[in-house]
């Protein structure tokens, strides 16, 4: 792969973050590009400033979808590290996104490395409370101009940067999910387990039909009989029973969550129960009347857990915890927590450090 050539511009004053942050609304200076061909595969990686793109109006992407995306965050630790929670398994996702629509992979370390690379030159924009972060955004599209459904022939990757606030700037605080059956996000063998922007488009009308009905947010059924848990909102969901903790298997139609891998690898550490297998909505619903639903929550990069406070299904109102936050929730809250900002050992290897070197401005 050839070298990464450094576009970079000085800034005439300090980076000062705004006092409220909240979620993509602020981005960094520079960014990560690099372009595919047929010729020359992925070729051109540049870090440079974060401008509009010029970009056809029969560009690929725009009319077929073709394109991938993840979500990750780097910290600021208490130490003054900066450190990426598990760039690895998302930059995996990530070429695993790609081979389902066509898409070129890319070389995960040369990735890796050239994000390293831009965090270091863009760190004085990682906010340095607790519960704030870097949120990174790696994109690919088919950026080719042609009119017809194939896969596109050239491709553009991007790493965005954008620092983002505490997601519960008033403490942790559970949420009113409606259980939908009237839409569904995703099928199997279709593109559910793919982080693809259509799959966020079909989710865009139940979760805006909630919210007009009081809800924060949808319960995803299965696509086929409207039976099966899959998600919450764009979380993975555990449904914490008196004898198990359960999360619907990976089937095709559920995104495997980076967030979803380690509360798994977390409740085994500790010991508990946790079984990823199929659960049915009514299964939940005769839990809760029979006194052996402790509570739900959601896990994901942005949210970390999310605790359900309330769930409705049909004409059942399911109330958990009081609407306060579950006990197990709030202590995967905060174990996760600690560990990103370095206040526990990072015992599972889950953390890469960016080396904090000199900028060399051109
Ligand atoms: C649909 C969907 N499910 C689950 C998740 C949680 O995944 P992760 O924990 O990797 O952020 C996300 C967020 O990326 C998502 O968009």
Same mark, same amino acid.
């Given at each position: ?10 800034r005439?004053?300090k980076v000062i973050l ?10 960094t200076d ?46 600021r ?44 030159i863009e760190k004085d924009w990682i906010p ?35 620092p ?16 939908? %059956? #009237?839409? +569904?996000? =995703?099928?199997? *063998? &279709? ?9 966020? !488009? $079909? ?78 909505? %009514? #299964?939940? +619903?005769? =839990?809760?009347? *029979? &006194? ?9 990069? !942005? $949210? ?55 900028v060399?401005?051109?």
């Amino acid at each position: 792969m050839e070298q990464i050539q450094f576009n970079i511009k000085e800034r005439k004053t300090k980076v000062i973050l705004p006092e409220t942050l909240g979620f993509g609304k602020f981005f960094t200076d520079h960014m990560f590009e690099m372009d595919y061909n047929q010729t020359d595969g992925w070729h051109n990686p540049v870090i440079r400033s974060v401008e509009d793109l010029p970009v056809h109006p029969a560009s690929m992407f725009i009319h077929y979808g073709q394109a991938v995306f993840e979500g990750l965050k780097a910290f600021r630790q208490d130490s003054g590290d900066i450190v990426i929670f598990r760039p690895d398994k998302h930059f995996e996702r990530l070429n695993n996104s790609s081979r389902r629509i066509c898409i070129p992979e890319i070389d995960i370390d040369f990735v890796i490395d050239a994000l390293k690379e831009l965090i270091n030159i863009e760190k004085d924009w990682i906010p340095t409370k607790h519960g704030e972060s870097l949120y990174i955004r790696p994109f690919i599209f088919g950026a080719d101009a042609f009119l017809g459904v194939k896969p596109a022939k050239e491709y553009k990757l991007i790493l965005l940067l954008s620092p983002v606030g505490a997601y519960y700037p008033e403490g942790f605080k559970p949420v009113k999910i409606l259980v939908t %059956d #009237e839409y +569904v996000r =995703a099928v199997r *063998k &279709g593109l559910g387990d793919c982080k693809t922007p259509a799959n966020y !488009a $079909a989710s865009l009308l139940a979760g805006q039909e909630a919210v007009k009905k009081g809800f924060t947010q949808v319960l995803w059924l299965d696509g086929v009989e409207q039976k099966y848990i899959e998600e919450v909102g764009t979380m993975n969901i555990f449904i914490n029973l008196k004898n198990e903790i359960v999360t619907p298997k990976l089937n095709g139609s559920i995104l495997p969550g980076v967030t979803r891998r380690s509360v798994i690898e977390i409740l085994k550490d500790w010991n508990m129960k946790i079984v990823e297998r199929d659960i049915t909505i %009514d #299964e939940v +619903v005769n =839990a809760y009347d *029979k &006194g052996n639903l402790i509570g739900v929550f959601g896990t994901g990069t !942005a $949210a970390i857990i999310s605790s359900v406070g309330w769930l409705t299904y049909k004409n059942k109102q399911m109330i958990f915890n009081n609407g306060k936050p579950g006990e197990l929730d709030l202590k995967l809250f905060n174990e996760l927590t600690s560990l990103h900002y370095g206040m526990k050992n990072d015992t599972h290897n889950w953390l890469t450090l960016v080396e904090q070197k000199e900028v060399v401005v051109s």
